[in-house]
């Protein structure tokens, strides 16, 4: 047998040699993926019995239903003092409405300046959102006390008060880009750095249209209005 068939022949014993391999691991992993469809159903059954017994995940879950009680509880108490809503008040409610909460935002307006209605607008909007914080609104007009007081100048003026003290105020729309056009979640932000209201998980705030407004009437108070 001359070199050239010797060489023909073991290359085709080898090429035999692999396609057998293959065709015999082909074969066990078909076996194998038999064996484990048949298995699946009663591992599965399994599993799902050990987890209806599982003293840990009934008690995860005995916990997530307390958190959520609590969590309901809260917001029942904080409604009933007032969160989770834009109110007005008057001058003589102002004190216990400012120091029977922890926080509080306080828009001191005035009823014809264009700018307050833009503000009132984007706080009735996070009121409901953030309902640890309390959300009220003051004619500017009507609080002569305590305009003087908290030496109120321009509007419109937000006020942010922790356990009755005012900590931080949002004047005019200085820090807002100075445009009427913000969005809410522009302000929104800015309370969040101003730590009076927390951020919200999974929130993207829409963006207003562009507010278009006349003159406003001149007061006794400064507008912050072009």
């Keep these: 047998m001359d070199s050239g068939s010797v060489r023909s022949t073991f290359s085709g014993l080898a090429l035999?040699?692999?396609m057998a391999a293959a065709a015999r691991d082909y074969q066990k992993e078909l076996l194998a993926q038999g064996k484990a469809q048949a298995a699946a159903p009663v591992d599965q059954e399994v599993d799902l019995d050990e987890l209806m017994d599982d003293p840990e995940l009934e008690k995860l879950h005995s916990d997530r239903i307390?958190?959520?009680?609590?969590?309901?509880?809260?917001?029942?108490v904080l409604?009933?003092?007032?969160?989770?809503?834009?109110r007005e008040i008057s001058e003589g409610d102002f004190l216990a409405?400012?120091?029977?909460?922890?926080?509080?935002?306080?828009h001191f307006y005035h009823r014809e300046f264009y700018r307050c209605k833009i503000v009132d607008k984007h706080l009735k909007s996070l009121a409901p959102r953030h309902i640890d914080t309390k959300f009220i609104k003051l004619d500017a007009e009507n609080a002569p006390f305590f305009v003087a007081k908290l030496a109120v100048r321009t509007l419109p003026c937000?006020?942010?008060f922790r356990n009755g003290?005012?900590?931080?105020?949002?004047?005019?729309?200085?820090?807002?880009?100075?445009?009427?056009d913000f969005t809410t979640a522009t302000l929104e932000r800015l309370l969040i750095k101003k730590g009076i209201i927390e951020k919200k998980e999974?929130?993207?705030g829409e963006d207003e249209q562009e507010h278009r407004g006349?003159?406003?009437?001149?007061?006794t108070y400064n507008s912050d209005s072009d």
Excluded: P
């Design 16 to 18: 035999g040699n692999v």
């Design 66 to 76: 307390a958190a959520l009680k609590s969590e309901i509880e809260k917001r029942q």
């Design 79 to 86: 409604q009933r003092l007032g969160h989770g809503e834009y």
């Design 97 to 106: 409405e400012v120091t029977k909460t922890e926080k509080v935002i306080c």
């Design 158 to 160: 937000i006020i942010m």
């Design 165 to 180: 003290i005012a900590t931080e105020r949002i004047i005019g729309f200085q820090d807002l880009g100075g445009k009427d």
């Design 202 to 204: 999974n929130y993207e």
């Design 214 to 219: 006349g003159s406003v009437r001149s007061s």
